[in-house]
Nanobody
Framework: QVQLVESGGGLVQAGGSLRLSCAAS????????MGWHRQAPGKQRELVAT???????DYTDSVKGRFTISSDNAKNTVYLQMNSLKPEDTAVYYC????????????WGQGTQVTVSS
């Protein structure tokens, strides 16, 4: 079992920044990929950014140049630095983990709310 706990969400004005954290614990040895997802009211959940075991990152087009995913292996923690935030970024952000690159995510955190005011 893997447990994921997100933190760092909040209310910020457009153009501001937030940093989300995801702390992992439990049976983390086989985790291949960590990802940040978000879901806004009335919309489907979307994948925002991923980072794999060797540090390769990927981003959805709407956040490229604004968001950065990173990891601190000593702390078993993944971060999402969000800069130049837009109202469209408002959503609940979820951290997730999976054991292989091309499979569904196996574990999910409880989510943290990000609200960006115009």
């Amino acid at each position: 079992q893997v447990q994921l706990v997100e933190s760092g969400g909040g209310l910020v004005q457009a153009g501001g920044s937030l940093r989300l954290s995801c702390a992992a614990s439990g049976s983390i040895e086989r985790i291949n990929t960590m990802g940040w997802h978000r879901q806004a009211p009335g919309k489907q959940r979307e994948l925002v950014a991923t980072i794999d075991k060797i540090g390769i990152t990927d981003y959805t087009d709407s956040v490229k140049g604004r968001f950065t995913i990173s990891s601190d292996n000593a702390k078993n923690t993944v971060y999402l630095q969000m800069n130049s935030l837009k109202p469209e970024d408002t959503a609940v952000y979820y951290c997730a983990a999976k054991y292989a690159r091309w499979t569904s995510y196996d574990y999910w955190g409880q989510g943290t709310q990000v609200t960006v005011s115009s």
